[in-house]
């Protein structure tokens, strides 16, 4: 059925792959950046966006699962192209798929073991504690001088991808955009399913759901693991992009920045991390240029969205969000 959001939702889709086309046609290889930046972004809070839209889990501590994920990118490259073995005489690798693979199986075993502990804690505390988790293996980064400590790692050669030039700026941008909206499909799977729903009621009350004979706890932690993937897939996409991945991946800046897309584009929306991305960097662009405060202005329009438009910029162009 195609719903007033349904609309707004293939609209965005629509638009962030005609910009790179449009600005490849005319010779703007800058735009096509910008707007794969607006898709690895978007797919970073995307997963947030499952433990923070659907389950009510604040985390401050998904910038590590971010960095994770670029280190992920990094250290595999470099020691494919250094022909020096990892730990237990693992070889690296350039090659993107096994790269994402071991980003999101990482990440995954560390969210297992934060969550673990966190999900034991709620509101103001399951904030803290993820917080000092992730900068705890923000330290770690900075302490580990072969990977570049502080000064972090330089991806020579951007990793590769069968069959596609990854190296042309366009070529990248359609990897990226594949990869999210792969993203957003199995976001919107989980929020339509028992799963979801479970997710879902155990945010709104917690002791109904235990009453029907369903644990809270494992579905939040499941929930977690699956939201850190996501958003380590994205770390891997973004140190590619840029050509390399420092300990700034892993700040908690970046879990603020997470958090402040998807309130933008609107919470618990299936498109709202585009949304929120594509106004972020567009403000970034635009005032950046003009200013070093830009993000000033950025944080009047979230104040405005958070006293005036609680559904974020999705809520004002297709009104009120109809959840599965």
Do not use: C
């Amino acid at each position: 059925m195609l719903t007033r959001e349904n609309t707004v939702n293939l609209l965005a889709a629509v638009l962030l792959l005609a910009a790179p086309l449009a600005a490849n046609a005319f010779g703007q290889p800058f735009y096509v950046t910008l707007a794969t930046r607006i898709a690895i972004l978007a797919l970073a809070a995307l997963g947030l966006n499952l433990a923070l839209g659907l389950g009510g889990l604040v985390s401050f501590g998904h910038a590590a699962f971010f960095g994770i994920g670029g280190y992920a990118a990094g250290i595999l490259s470099s020691h494919a192209l250094s022909y020096e073995p990892m730990i237990f005489g693992l070889p690296g690798t350039v090659q993107m798929p096994i790269i994402w693979i071991v980003a999101v199986i990482a990440a995954g075993l560390v969210a297992l073991a934060i969550g673990a502990i966190s999900l034991r804690t709620s509101g103001v505390y399951f904030i803290m504690i993820t917080l000092a988790f992730a900068q705890m293996v923000y330290y770690f980064a900075i302490s580990w001088p072969a990977y570049g400590g502080e000064d972090g790692l330089s991806i020579l050669v951007r990793n590769q991808f069968p069959g596609i030039n990854t190296m042309k700026p366009l070529s990248f941008f359609f990897v990226s955009y594949v990869v999210l909206l792969v993203g957003i499909g199995l976001f919107s799977l989980i929020r339509a399913s028992r799963f979801g729903a479970a997710l879902q009621a155990a945010r709104q009350n917690e002791t109904r759901v235990a009453t029907v004979g369903i644990h809270p706890y494992r579905i939040r932690l499941t929930g977690f693991v699956i939201s850190a993937m996501i958003t380590a897939l994205a770390g891997a996409l973004y140190a590619d992009l840029n050509r390399f991945v420092s300990p700034s991946m892993l700040s908690w800046h970046m879990s603020g920045e997470l958090i402040v897309l998807i309130i933008l584009g609107g919470t618990g929306r299936l498109f709202g991390p585009l949304a929120g991305a594509a106004l972020y960097v567009a403000f970034e662009f635009a005032l950046g240029g003009l200013t070093e405060r830009w993000q000033f202005f950025l944080g009047l329009i979230l104040l405005g969205v958070v006293l005036f438009a609680r559904g974020g910029l999705l809520g004002l162009l297709a009104g009120k969000a109809r959840h599965g």
